[in-house]
Nanobody, 115 residues
């Protein structure tokens, strides 16, 4: 199983980035796909999730700014991040979850929001 994130980088406050996560080795369409983020010394936190049926969820901290989507034909999940703030700076991880025994992580991609 591989989850490969891309699209991270340095962006100014107020800017946008689009993260991608390409999955292989799993039956992508049945998995709930999530994006998490983590900063040093803090727990990994969920920033967006999308179920196999396309139901999405977001924490209040990103609601209205981040949008998760999936393309089952490409085995890829996306995270569109708009109106970025310095506090969004973190390593962003892609997660594929189906059951306790079927839970996978990508290697992470750095997002830095700074002027």
């Amino acid at each position: 199983v591989q989850l490969v994130e891309s699209g991270g980088g340095l962006v100014q406050p107020g800017g946008s980035l689009r993260l991608s996560c390409a999955a292989s080795g799993i039956r992508f369409s049945i998995y709930t796909m999530n994006w998490y983020r983590q900063t040093p010394g803090k727990q990994r936190e969920l920033v967006a999730g999308i179920t196999r049926d396309g139901i999405t969820n977001y924490p209040d901290s990103v609601k209205g700014r981040f949008t998760i989507s999936r393309d089952n034909a490409k085995n890829t999940v996306y995270l569109q991040m708009n109106s970025l703030k310095p506090e969004d700076t973190a390593v962003y991880y892609c997660n594929a979850h189906y059951s306790l025994g079927s839970n996978y992580w990508g290697q992470g991609t750095q997002v830095t929001v700074s002027s």
